[in-house]
């Protein structure tokens, strides 16, 4: 984690939609996707290698990648179905890339001397050596190509993949997605680890950070994109060449690194997200890394894995994700944030407890096993209303609770009322995907908004009130899901130029007028 992962990311369009219609349901990835974690160890007493071990299968963490190729965590990862990305560090590269003969011993040491009884899947060779010394990319290549002849020569290369992690800083102007390039100084090394990834079917690793992308982009790219939370569909970013919504940024970056590959003419290789995450503690000049936003970015970030729905550009892959990190590692140096990324404490005590639940099992401390559905903040009172209307009449949600005299009735406003009846149809679907929409009007949560007396439907809040028996009538049916009549186009665009942190862009605003 170095500030070189700085992205680029300003050319943001948003869309005021009042309502759009709900996208074709994805496809579904043969390849399960899945939720790794790194391990980076600068952290001071750091739990033994055979108590990690036995931490990960408790926390049920099924993936991680080193940044070394530690013998203790390797040996202690064996008779295990963990699987493990190994790392060459970038202090290794120079020997590595001058000798096929030290390629071949590595390998014997570092993967053969394991595999099979500890798994490793895969090698990811250097760390960001394009963006952080880009004088030792022909090393980086002809290193990648001698680990790769010596797992050949020792037949573990249909096993065992091998890339190398990039910064996001590679791509330049990332949004809209669709005009996203590699830094052309980059491209002859790019389009030679582009073509041994599809040769040799490994993936391009990225490490892609929405928190330096809204860091660097106050006031531009809101923070609730960032976080995966479910917006309004007027805070959807649009890309205007392909029509494209995205609703978070990291989809818009894993977009930009596919539009980039296919300006060079790659579109079989997959990408795979070696870094992401937040960091939960900063100093003064970072008020956003908080445990909550934190909590939210990590725990969206595994259920948005786990939706398998892939990116706008390609809903049938879904990007596997290292999360950054298991630890908070307190020995590196400032800023704060850089010893604050950790879902755990070196004595592996949680940081924060991940809102999870109804995503498989991964990570045993996830407290909160409800989720409820309620009104989206901001949205006005006109769709809420229209959304009521449905959920109460052809939705068949249980509204007797916000009627007259009845528990839920007061506030008596449409967003209270709207939130029960959401929140009553979603969990007599199961809390089915999808049940939670209502064209953007609802969203989820993992807070109880039961107050009072008023017991939401899945709350485990026990009400202590007597019930009376009100007479009432069922005021709230009839309407419908509202269609989308028509819409003016085109859009307005300004364009100007920007100067963000030394870096000149062209910012270009779209703004869609969707008119009922
Ligand atoms: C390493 O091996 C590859 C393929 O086996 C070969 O093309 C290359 O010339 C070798 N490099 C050196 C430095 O011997
Ligand atoms: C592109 O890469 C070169 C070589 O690493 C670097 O000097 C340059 O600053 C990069 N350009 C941008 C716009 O990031
Ligand atoms: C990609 O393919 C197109 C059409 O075949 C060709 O015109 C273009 O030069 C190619 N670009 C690269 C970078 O190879
Ligand atoms: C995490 O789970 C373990 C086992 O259930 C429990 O002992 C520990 O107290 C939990 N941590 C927190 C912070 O809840
Ligand atoms: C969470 O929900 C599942 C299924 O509904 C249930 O089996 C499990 O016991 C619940 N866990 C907790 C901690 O409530
Ligand atoms: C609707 O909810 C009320 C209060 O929770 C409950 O008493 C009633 O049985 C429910 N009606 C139906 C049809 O489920
Ligand atoms: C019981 O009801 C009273 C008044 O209706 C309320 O103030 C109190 O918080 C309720 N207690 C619980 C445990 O819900
Ligand atoms: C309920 O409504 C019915 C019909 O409107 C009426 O006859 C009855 O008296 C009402 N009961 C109460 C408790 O208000």
């Not at 190994?86 to 394991?114: D, E, F, K, M």
């Not at 995966?228 to 990291?250: I, Q």
């Not at 604050?340 to 592996?348: I, P, R, V």
């Not at 839920?408 to 009846?421: D, E, F, G, K």
Request: proline share 6%.
């Amino acid at each position: 984690m170095e500030n070189s992962k700085l992205t680029p990311f300003f050319l943001l369009l948003f869309t005021f939609i009042t309502l759009l219609s709900t996208g074709v349901e994805a496809q579904q990835n043969k390849d399960e996707p899945f939720v790794g974690v790194n391990i980076g160890t600068d952290v001071s007493n750091l739990i033994s290698a055979s108590k990690l071990v036995s931490f990960l299968q408790y926390q049920k963490i099924t993936h991680v990648r080193l940044y070394d190729s530690d013998a203790e965590i390797l040996k202690a990862l064996a008779k295990t179905k963990i699987r493990v990305i190994v790392s060459v560090p970038n202090n290794q590269l120079i020997a590595i890339g001058s000798s096929n003969a030290t390629a071949a011993t590595w390998v014997g040491r570092n993967v053969a001397a394991y595999y099979p009884e500890t798994l490793i899947s895969g090698i990811s060779v250097g760390d960001e050596v394009l963006t952080t010394i880009p004088s030792s990319a022909s090393l980086l290549m002809n290193a990648i190509e001698s680990i790769y002849s010596a797992l050949v020569a020792a037949n573990l290369h249909t096993q065992i993949k091998i890339s190398t992690p990039n910064s996001a800083s590679i791509i330049l102007d990332s949004f809209p997605p669709s005009q996203a390039f590699f830094n052309q100084s980059l491209t002859p090394v790019i389009t030679q680890l582009l073509q041994f990834c599809s040769r040799t079917q490994s993936p391009l690793m990225m490490n892609l950070y929405p928190y330096y992308v809204f860091m660097q982009n106050k006031g531009v790219v809101p923070l609730d994109n960032s976080l995966f939370k479910p917006l309004t569909p007027s805070k959807e970013m649009v890309d205007p060449n392909t029509l494209l919504h995205y609703t978070n940024v990291l989809d818009a970056m894993i977009d930009s690194v596919y539009f980039s590959m296919k300006n060079l003419n790659v579109t079989d290789v997959v990408v795979l997200v070696s870094e992401t995450g937040w960091p939960s503690r900063g100093d003064s000049k970072e008020p956003y890394a908080t445990i909550d936003n934190a909590d939210m970015y990590n725990s969206n970030l595994i259920k948005h894995v786990f939706d398998r729905s892939g990116t706008p550009l390609h809903p049938e892959i879904t990007s596997s994700v290292y999360i950054y990190e298991l630890f908070n590692e307190d020995l590196r140096s400032p800023p704060v944030s850089e010893g604050n990324w950790g879902l755990f404490y070196g004595n592996s005590t949680p940081v924060y407890l991940l809102h999870v639940s109804g995503s498989g099992t991964f990570l045993a401390n996830d407290t909160t096993n409800q989720t409820y559905c309620v009104a989206t903040d901001g949205i006005d009172v006109k769709t809420l209303q229209t959304a009521l209307d449905w959920a109460c009449g052809p939705g068949r949600a249980n509204c007797s609770e916000i009627q007259p005299g009845e528990s839920c009735y007061q506030p008596n406003n449409v967003r209270n009322h709207a939130s029960y009846a959401f929140d009553s149809y979603y969990q007599k679907e199961g809390k089915s995907s999808g049940s939670c929409d209502f064209k953007g009007a609802a969203m989820i949560t993992t807070t109880d908004p039961s107050h009072g007396n008023c017991i939401f439907p899945g709350s485990k809040i026990i009400s202590n009130r007597t019930r009376q028996v009100v007479n009432s009538t069922h005021e709230a049916s009839g309407g419908g899901r509202v269609s989308l009549i028509g819409f003016h186009f085109p859009p307005v665009c300004f364009v100007g130029n920007v100067l963000y942190l030394g870096y000149g862009v062209v910012s270009c605003l779209f703004y869609y007028l969707f008119l009922l």
